[in-house]
């Protein structure tokens, strides 16, 4: 039988492409207090401030912004590994999608997608959004919001996520720090169901010594080499 992989990505493996990274030096907040413009409780004080930041990650995004070698790697492996492959993003930007990938599981939203917090429809959103943006849905303005996890809210497919977990064989975290839960925990679900573990950073991190492999280094240079090996070791089989 053919072997299931989970990778789980975070914002290090965009960060060659030009997207800051939230935890390192000059991280993605813009000086702002994470409670203040990624929390439910922040877009109700500050509906403006909110959107405002959104916005300009949306345009930033839409601004040339290109995949790089890691994320074209991993579209290959999903491509070519004859087992199955999830993979889950933390990222909230559409790099992957460029990269190739056939399936992405973005697990904290989507920057180009809109919600609407009337009907609940999701939608395409490339626009900026305020409250005057209306829902082409239900064609009522005053209830859209960016189609991101905040802090405090349920990430997105996690029934999906934990089965493919427990019959996973190979599970591989790459640009995450570990900080944020649950995706943190999943190396932990992994390992339970006797998964085989590899982290590919930049640096070790706070979860480094719960996996069974490392591989330091930037992620468009050793993704690619992981793919390679990984489809070198089908050959033949
Ligand atoms: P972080 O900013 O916390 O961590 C980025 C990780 O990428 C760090 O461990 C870096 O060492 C690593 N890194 C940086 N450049 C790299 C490179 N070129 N190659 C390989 N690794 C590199 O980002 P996440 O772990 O993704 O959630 O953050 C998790 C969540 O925290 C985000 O999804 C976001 C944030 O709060 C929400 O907004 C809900």
């Excluded at 040339?64 to 590994?81: C, D, K, M, S, V």
């Excluded at 920057?111 to 626009?127: D, F, H, I, P």
């Excluded at 573990?197 to 991190?205: G, H, V």
Aim: proline share 5%.
């Amino acid at each position: 039988m053919s072997e299931t992989i989970v990778i789980l990505t975070g914002a290090g493996i965009s960060a060659e492409s030009g997207i800051r990274t939230f935890r390192g030096p000059d991280g993605l907040w813009e000086g702002h207090r994470v409670e203040d413009v990624a929390t439910p409780e922040g877009f109700e004080a500050d509906p403006v401030l909110v959107q405002r930041f959104y916005n300009e990650r949306r345009r930033a995004l839409l601004d040339g912004i290109l995949p790089n070698a890691a994320h074209t790697a991993i579209a290959r492996l999903q491509r070519e590994w004859p087992g199955d492959v999830l993979l889950v993003t933390q990222h909230i930007d559409h790099l992957h999608e460029q990269g190739g990938s056939p399936q992405v599981l973005h697990m904290h939203g989507e920057l180009l997608k809109a919600r609407c917090t009337l009907c609940q429809a999701v939608q395409s959103w490339e626009q900026d959004l305020s409250a005057e943006s209306v829902c082409t849905t239900c064609e009522t303005a005053g209830g859209m919001r960016p189609h991101v996890v905040w802090f405090g809210e349920m990430p997105l497919g996690m029934g999906e996520i934990e089965a493919t977990l427990q019959r996973a064989d190979l599970f591989a975290a790459i640009g995450t720090s570990g900080q944020v839960y649950p995706a943190a925990g999943f190396v932990n679900a992994a390992k339970y169901a006797g998964a085989k573990t590899i982290e590919i950073n930049l640096a070790s991190t706070g979860t480094s010594e719960v996996f069974d492999e490392h591989l330091l280094g930037p992620a468009s240079e050793k993704v690619p080499l992981w793919v390679d090996t990984l489809l070198g070791s089908r050959k033949g089989k």
